[in-house]
């Protein structure tokens, strides 16, 4: 255990590191992509459920871990167990870091890409149907995208080795906000297009018709990939939290936040989706193919379109570093390589596996794992599988194998801060949330005979 190790600058600096990490590609990219394909407003309602009955109160379970380990998440459960019996939960977070960004590298590489396009050619001149094409046309190269996500990554391991503290933060600061309004204006823009009512009336008129096992296993997927849960993320970050940082109140801010974002970027997107007629269940093109649109629809959308893609990269970006760091922390710290070693092992290792994932969406097309391309089964194994299970052993983790008065101590920073809720954190992460989990999964289980 480290004795100095560093820590975050304040409440206001470890809210914006875990937002940063948790908004991302997951919200303005993903959750579109899933609500499209899993029928609107249900799957929204689900979702908000997973993330606060689910989603919080792991992510107050990974905090107070990573803070009472002082280390990556396979020490953190070794220091506070006391044994190396439970180091597997980390061993399964940090491989799930390493296949996220397997494919999270390749859409990372496509912001940049949208940023070059944006700032040389414009989006103006061209139709939806333009757009569509050229996205695929894009998408399927062989060599282009995967030299972006080179270059994405590269940056992203030269940030990781400037340190988290100085870069992120302090850029975090003026960055999220901007992303912010920017997501609101584009927002208003789909809202008073021709026909966008229908969007709303998509999102928010939940058709409980469509709701299957599969949707509910879609929705508690997502809240644990936007939310960075159950890979021990929050766990590593909880390790830089100081001392005197209310875990709770950070948890709640995080949270709102980070579910704020994707429902502004659902109200950005599908009024436009609807509007231009692009099919809602498009899939992972529908954030690239419908914003171009609505630039082009808005004065000053040149512009608007730089800005949007640049602050995609950037939010991307403050969630591929939590990743890397993950990756970082722990070669480092467990297998005693120097940080700079192990951030550009772990990029150079992360490259060859999202090269196979670029390449799955176009010349190796047609290898099919379970159906799925090499992209999709990165991005559903970890998403519906790895995360879930993982949150899961974290959460009986904390809530079994801890004391709770050590854990309480933890929560309340020895007292002096207060956290009523506790009694029933425990219990739902001991009973509610480990149930919750199980039935998604045995109800999913059961769909498949
Ligand atoms: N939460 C990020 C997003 O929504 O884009 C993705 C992510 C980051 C997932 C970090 C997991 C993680 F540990």
Redesign the pocket.
């Known amino acids: 255990m480290s004795e100095k190790r560093v820590s975050f600058g304040g409440r206001m600096g470890v809210l914006l590191v875990a937002a940063g990490?948790?908004?991302?590609?997951?919200?303005i990219w993903?959750f579109p992509c899933e609500l499209g394909q899993n029928g609107g407003g249900a799957f929204l309602l689900i979702y908000f459920i997973c993330a606060i009955v689910i989603g919080m109160p792991i992510m107050l379970a990974e905090f107070s871990l990573g803070r009472m380990g002082q280390s990556n998440v396979v020490g953190a459960l070794k220091n506070v167990s006391g044994s190396n019996k439970y180091k597997w939960i980390g061993y399964s977070g940090v491989l799930c870091?390493f296949l996220?960004m397997g494919f999270?590298g390749v859409v990372c590489g496509w912001t940049l890409e949208y940023v070059y396009q944006a700032v040389v050619f414009g989006f103006s001149s061209m139709t939806p149907t333009d757009l569509s094409t050229a996205f695929t046309a894009f998408s399927v190269q062989p060599v282009r995208p995967i030299l972006w996500t080179i270059l994405f990554l590269s940056i992203n391991c030269a940030v990781v080795l400037l340190g988290v503290k100085n870069g992120i933060e302090r850029s975090s600061k003026i960055l999220m906000p901007m992303l912010l309004i920017i997501i609101i204006i584009l927002g208003c823009r789909s809202l008073t297009l021709p026909g966008g009512m229908d969007g709303l009336k998509f999102l928010f008129k939940p058709d409980f018709s469509k709701v299957t096992s599969e949707v509910v296993l879609n929705a508690m997927g997502q809240a644990f990939?936007?939310?960075?849960?159950g890979?021990g993320?929050m766990t590593t970050y909880g390790s830089y939290i100081g001392k005197d940082i209310n875990l709770g109140e950070s948890v709640v801010q995080v949270t709102v936040l980070?579910s704020l974002v994707s429902l502004l970027a659902a109200i950005a997107i599908f009024p436009a989706v609807f509007s231009l007629g692009i099919n809602p269940s498009a899939g992972p093109e529908l954030a690239f193919i419908t914003l171009p649109n609505v630039f082009n629809q808005i004065p000053g959308g040149y512009i608007w379109a730089i800005l949007f893609f640049v602050l995609l990269s950037i939010?991307?970006l403050t969630?591929?570093i939590?990743?890397l760091e993950?990756i970082t922390a722990f070669m480092s710290e467990e297998w005693k390589l120097s940080r700079k070693k192990a951030a550009i092992i772990g990029t150079a290792t992360i490259i060859s596996i999202a090269a196979f994932a670029s390449l799955s969406l176009g010349d190796l097309s047609d290898w099919k794992i379970f159906g799925m391309s090499f992209f999709d089964l990165l991005d559903n194994v970890t998403a519906r599988i790895i995360m879930p299970l993982t949150g899961l052993a974290i959460s009986l983790f904390v809530a079994w194998k801890i004391e709770q008065t050590r854990l309480k101590d933890e929560i309340t920073n020895q007292g002096t801060k207060k956290a009523a809720y506790f009694k029933a954190f425990v219990f739902i992460l001991r009973y509610i949330t480990p149930l919750a989990i199980i039935i998604v999964f045995i109800n999913q289980l059961l769909s498949w005979f």
């Open positions: 990490s948790a908004v991302g590609l997951g919200n993903r870091a996220i999270y990939f936007s939310l960075s849960l890979m993320c980070d939010a991307a969630s591929t939590s990743l993950v």
